[in-house]
């Protein structure tokens, strides 16, 4: 089974910059599709970026495209969230995805919850002045 944990969320002004961390168990994030959401409150959960298994299509939303990147480093067992010149608008819990499934993030422009079966708790990221 395949557990993941965020971590390196916080209060951040504007303009500043995060990196997000999110620490795979169980089995190896090679072998996943791996994705990033943000919700907040009263709004519905909104894909920012997904890797397919292949690392051949990365997506990411028209709301983060230039500022956000998602990495993995399989040696750490770990995927990243690189977000830069960040925005008030940003704010949100923001959570960790995984999927074994080939079809998963394979289609340009697409992040789709449903296609991720593993998810982390979240972690909560602020920005503000």
């Known amino acids: 089974q395949l557990q993941l944990v965020e971590s390196g969320g916080g209060l951040v002004q504007p303009g500043g910059s995060l990196r997000l961390s999110c620490a795979a168990s169980g089995r190896h994030l090679v072998y996943h599709a791996i994705g990033w959401f943000r919700q907040t409150p009263g709004k519905e959960p909104e894909g920012v970026a997904c890797?397919?298994?292949?690392?051949?299509?990365?997506n990411y939303a028209d709301s983060v495209k230039g500022r956000f990147t998602i990495s993995r480093d399989n040696a750490k067992n770990t995927m990243f969230l690189q977000m830069n010149s960040l925005k008030p608008e940003d704010t949100a819990v923001y959570l960790c995805?995984?999927?074994?499934?080939?079809?998963?993030?394979?289609?340009?422009?697409?992040?789709?919850?449903?296609?991720?079966?593993?998810w982390g708790r979240g972690t909560q990221v602020t920005v503000s002045s």
């Open positions: 890797i397919s298994e292949s690392d051949q299509v990365t």
């Open positions: 995805a995984a999927d074994p499934t080939y079809s998963t993030c394979s289609v340009e422009g697409a992040i789709r919850m449903y296609e991720f079966g593993y």
